[in-house]
């Protein structure tokens, strides 16, 4: 007789990350903050690299050193360089992002990362429509 093999299904809860999951977002804001960027309306334009960071940290790329090395070359591509506070922020959100991925399972990496996108990319957009009614107004 063949010995059975037993899973146990351990849900995952993903609100337990979201403190972690706000800690990058706030990371990357700093970052984007401190960066030189152009205005724009897509969410390519607004979230600058942070937006290739994930897509290629959803790819598979977790690695990082050379996801901090992609950023600071997008933005040596672009003419502009890094100021020490942006870098700093930078390797945070990176930093943070990777730590998260690695004690997730794998099974909830999409929902992380999603999460993480989609709520940086309100946070930038409400500032940007905060900035634009301050100038409406005065």
Same mark, same amino acid.
């Given at each position: 007789?063949?010995?059975?093999?037993?899973?146990?299904?351990?849900?995952?809860?993903?609100?337990?990350?979201?403190?972690?999951?706000?800690?990058?977002?706030? =990371?990357?804001?700093?970052?984007?903050?401190? #960066?030189? !960027?152009?205005?724009?309306?897509?969410?390519? *334009? $607004?979230? +600058?690299?942070?937006?290739?960071?994930?897509?290629?940290?959803?790819?598979?790329?977790?690695?990082?050193?050379?996801?901090?090395?992609?950023?600071?070359?997008?933005?040596?591509? =672009?003419?502009?360089?890094?100021?020490?506070? #942006?870098? !700093?922020?930078?390797?945070?959100?990176?930093? *943070? $992002?990777? +730590?998260?991925?690695?004690?997730?399972?794998?099974?909830?990496?999409?929902?992380?990362?999603?999460?993480?996108?989609?709520?940086?990319?309100?946070?930038?957009?409400?500032?940007?429509?905060?900035?634009?009614?301050?100038?409406?107004?005065?």
């Amino acid at each position: 007789m063949r010995t059975p093999i037993v899973v146990r299904v351990t849900p995952y809860d993903i609100e337990r990350d979201q403190p972690q999951l706000n800690a990058i977002r706030e =990371a990357f804001v700093r970052y984007l903050e401190e #960066a030189p !960027q152009k205005g724009t309306r897509s969410k390519h *334009g $607004l979230m +600058g690299p942070v937006g290739k960071i994930l897509s290629e940290v959803k790819s598979g790329r977790r690695d990082a050193g050379s996801l901090k090395g992609y950023a600071v070359r997008v933005h040596e591509g =672009a003419g502009r360089s890094l100021s020490p506070p #942006a870098l !700093q922020a930078l390797e945070q959100g990176i930093e *943070g $992002l990777v +730590g998260l991925l690695n004690a997730a399972p794998l099974t909830v990496h999409d929902r992380l990362l999603d999460r993480l996108d989609y709520g940086l990319y309100f946070d930038l957009r409400k500032k940007q429509v905060e900035s634009k009614e301050a100038r409406r107004l005065a």
